[in-house]
């Protein structure tokens, strides 16, 4: 192929804006430049570090060009409301497959520009007679994650050291869109609304929250009760708590909220709604808790799991979980968790015997609660944002 004469131009109209995919041009060297010097550029991508001017210019009047006329590598400028906004490429493959890849200027982001370019990409790709397209990128990059997630990849993988990077190996998420897929999200990616109501906060939990995470999980009651908790429960615990919470997030498995003093914002202790991709029943969802020491004995997580339940029981078009049933569980002599199911109005339904764990090696029963939606009085005060 000839560039920049036979490179397709690909546009998405919209009443309000355009994404267009074109040669690149040399307008666009020094646009690029400035891109790649964001660090979150550097970081999720393989561009050299330090970017310097020469190596725009070497992309987009050698590496770009060589690709197009060696049908190696096709790839087109993105532009959007009249700027240069990023770029992303095809790599065509064996049998009908090939790889998609894209990086999205700092000042573009956050419009749905890069989902956008990417469906016009992977249409033309099959329009071509491709079969599928792969899509990857570094454990971590959440937004490149979310941009495939909206564009309608699906069977996401992570490959251990699958991605290598300036010499570096990196874990790496896969994941593929067939033709005969849809370019729509497969699932949910949960979102963490505020929660506000009863004199406490429900937000996202934050990476400064991991000292308060790790003396809650470590404190003796909470080891004793969750005996699957790391013990001693270190930082790196917390912090891998934290971020495992994101994940539960995009693959649609739960949310997450850190219980916060309105006040001082400090963590008082995290409520989760999880189990929400349950094969057998995908109206369902599980309720589960922990406090750190100091707020205890005020109420508060009997008040912050009825802030989650509301979420819980609404609507998915409204924002809320859509779930039609809750299930709870507390070991049997853990009063303090069955009064936060009571004092919610969960129902006892039975006890599993001797089904909850302790780390030396005996077991507890396990009293199952449930709550039903009809059951809940729709006006329970919270505030949502």
Same mark, same amino acid.
């Given at each position: 192929?000839r ?5 397709p131009v690909?546009?998405?109209d ?9 040669a ?11 891109a790649?010097?964001d ?7 393989t ?6 001017r020469?190596n725009?210019?070497h992309y ?12 190696n590598s096709?790839?087109w400028a993105?532009e959007?409301d009249?700027?240069y906004a ?7 493959g ?15 982001r956050?419009h749905?520009?890069m989902t ?7 249409d033309?790709?099959?329009e ?7 899509w990857r ?5 959440w937004?490149s994650?979310r941009v495939?997630?909206?564009a309608?990849?699906r ?6 050291d699958? =991605? ?7 874990d790496?998420w ?13 699932g ?6 505020t ?17 308060r995470v790790?003396?809650a999980?470590?404190d003796e009651?909470?080891q004793?009760?969750?005996? =699957? ?6 930082f790196?615990?917390a ?12 693959s ?11 006040e001082?914002d ?5 409520v ?7 094969r ?5 969802g599980?309720?589960?808790?922990w406090?750190h ?9 009997s008040a912050?799991?009825?802030l989650?339940i509301?979420h819980?029981?609404k609507?998915?078009?409204? =924002?809320?979980? =859509?779930?039609r049933?809750?299930?709870l569980f507390?070991?049997e002599?853990?009063?303090a ?7 919610n109005g969960?129902?006892?339904t039975?006890?599993a015997r001797?089904?909850?764990?302790r780390r030396?090696g005996?077991?507890d ?6 709550l039903l ?9 919270a505030t949502?944002?």
């Open positions: 192929m560039f920049p004469e036979d490179v690909l546009r998405d919209r009443d309000t804006s355009t994404v267009t995919l074109r690149h041009t040399a307008d666009d060297i020094g646009p690029a430049y400035e790649c010097q660090p979150e550029m550097q970081r999720w991508t561009i050299p570090v330090p970017y310097e020469e725009a210019v987009l009047t050698e590496f770009v060009p060589a690709g197009w006329r060696d049908g096709w790839a993105i959007y009249g700027r990023g770029t992303i490429d095809l790599r065509p064996d049998g009908g497959v090939g790889e998609v890849g894209f990086a999205v200027a700092p000042w573009a956050g749905g520009v956008r370019a990417l469906k016009l990409a992977v033309h790709a099959f071509q007679g491709w079969t599928r397209v792969i990128a570094y454990v971590g990059n937004g994650r495939a997630w909206k309608g990849f069977g996401l993988v992570t490959v251990p699958g =991605g290598v990077a300036r010499g570096v190996r990196k790496e896969i994941a593929t869109r067939s033709r005969d897929d849809a370019a729509e999200p497969a949910h990616w949960w979102q963490v609304p929660l506000e109501g009863d004199g406490l906060r429900l937000r996202a939990l934050r990476s400064t929250d991991a000292k790790m003396e999980c470590n009651r909470t004793h009760w969750l005996a =699957g908790m790391p013990s001693p429960y270190q790196e615990d912090e891998a708590f934290i971020t495992g919470r994101l994940e539960n997030l995009a649609g498995e739960g949310v997450s909220w850190a219980i916060a003093d309105p001082t400090d963590l008082l202790g995290n989760s709604v999880f189990d929400l991709k349950n057998i029943d995908g109206s369902v599980e309720v589960g808790y406090l020491p100091e707020a205890r004995g005020r109420g508060v997580m912050a799991v009825g989650a509301k819980a029981f609507p998915i078009d409204e =924002g809320g979980l =859509g779930r049933r809750l299930m507390a070991a002599g853990n009063t968790s069955a009064h936060v199911a009571v004092a969960f129902t006892l039975g006890t001797a089904a909850s764990p030396d005996s077991y029963n396990l009293l199952c609660f449930d939606a009809t059951d809940r009085p729709q006006s329970a005060a949502e944002s």
